[in-house]
């Protein structure tokens, strides 16, 4: 029986959404230059998606990247993982990963 009382479940089909922010460390500040991809792995495949920045006229205090993943119908139950990788405009690199707890971890449910 899985239960879940964070907002970290979800059923095939579901969208997941995905909001990420970029710090240049020499200038402590966002760089909107840096490109952000998500990698999800679930059933033995990892499908990357480009993040788009969320920041416009319309949202100037939406200093975060964003991606959407639907929760594809062949999803197997359980766990999914994801890292998120940058890079920036001169090459460099980094990468990000979540906690490994399970209480906290984005999980398929039936």
Not at 8 to 13: A, F, N
Not at 31 to 51: A, C, E, F, N
Not at 84 to 104: C, H, I, M, Y
Request: glycine share 8%; proline share 7%; with cysteine.
């Amino acid at each position: 029986v899985q239960t879940c009382a964070l907002p970290i479940c979800y059923k095939r089909g579901d969208p997941v959404g995905f909001r990420m922010t970029a710090i240049n460390t020499a200038t402590g500040k966002r760089d909107r230059q840096t490109q952000l991809v998500v990698h999800v792995t679930y059933g033995g495949k990892t499908i990357d998606l480009p993040m788009q920045d969320h920041q416009s006229d319309r949202a100037p205090l939406a200093e975060f990247w964003v991606a959407k993943w639907i929760v594809p119908a062949d999803a197997p139950l359980g766990v999914v993982r994801y890292t998120v990788t940058a890079k920036d405009p001169q090459g460099r690199t980094g990468e990000w990963k979540p906690f490994e707890n399970q209480l906290s971890m984005l999980t398929i449910v039936e």
